[in-house]
């Protein structure tokens, strides 16, 4: 089935979760990663029940510091 993840075209098995499909795209330090699923954010306690349907949008971002104290910046993370 066709989806698009972190802004690319991919294609993945049927009846994949979203904790799956971390798991499949090498994912470490999964508690560091937000998961949107078509522009909503899915609890890291509903990852494995979240089924990803044909053409989802599904990004994986990573909160990070950086600059002063006050600055949090989100980054996509690209796995290929």
Known sequence: MEIKLNGKQENIENNTN???L???KGIQNVEM???QLNGTFVNKE???NKTIT???EIDF???MGGGSKS???Q???YHQ
Do not use: G, P
């Open 61 to 63: 971002l990573y909160f």
């Open 54 to 56: 044909e053409n989802d």
């Open 75 to 77: 980054k996509r993370c």
């Open 18 to 20: 979203v904790a799956d």
């Open 71 to 73: 600055t949090v910046r």
């Open 22 to 24: 971390l798991k499949q």
């Open 46 to 48: 509903d990852l494995s």
């Open 33 to 35: 990663v937000t998961v």
